[in-house]
Nanobody
Framework: QVQLVESGGGLVQPGGSLRLSCAASGIAFSFRVMGWYRQAPGKQRELVAGITNTGDTNYLNSVKGRFSISRDGTNNVVYLQMNSLNSEDTAVYYC??????????WGQGTQVTVSS
């Protein structure tokens, strides 16, 4: 059974940084794409950043220049470095891995709260 486990969330002051990690287990090959989504209270889940197994990346406009996604494809681990955090970044962050069969696998989410 494929499992994705996120870590690294928490409470941070405005302007601070956090690094999220997501490790996948139960899969024998690399995900085609891995990504980070977030969902704030009362809002829809949105894609924050994605990275393919060839290293191509894409970002939500509001996080460009502040967030950086990377991955260790061999071990199916994906990271999200978040800098210059502000209150609008407060959300539950979810890791997602998409395989070559079109299946998506999700982590349980990790809370990020930006507050003074």
């Amino acid at each position: 059974q494929v499992q994705l486990v996120e870590s690294g969330g928490g409470l941070v002051q405005p302007g601070g940084s956090l690094r999220l990690s997501c490790a996948a287990s139960g899969i024998a090959f690399s995900f085609r794409v891995m990504g980070w989504y977030r969902q704030a209270p009362g809002k829809q889940r949105e894609l924050v950043a994605g990275i393919t197994n060839t290293g191509d990346t894409n970002y939500l406009n509001s996080v460009k220049g502040r967030f950086s996604i990377s991955r260790d494809g061999t071990n199916n681990v994906v990271y999200l470095q978040m800098n210059s955090l502000n209150s609008e970044d407060t959300a539950v962050y979810y890791c997602e891995g998409a395989d070559y069969s079109g299946n998506s696998h999700w982590g349980q989410g990790t809370q990020v709260t930006v507050s003074s």
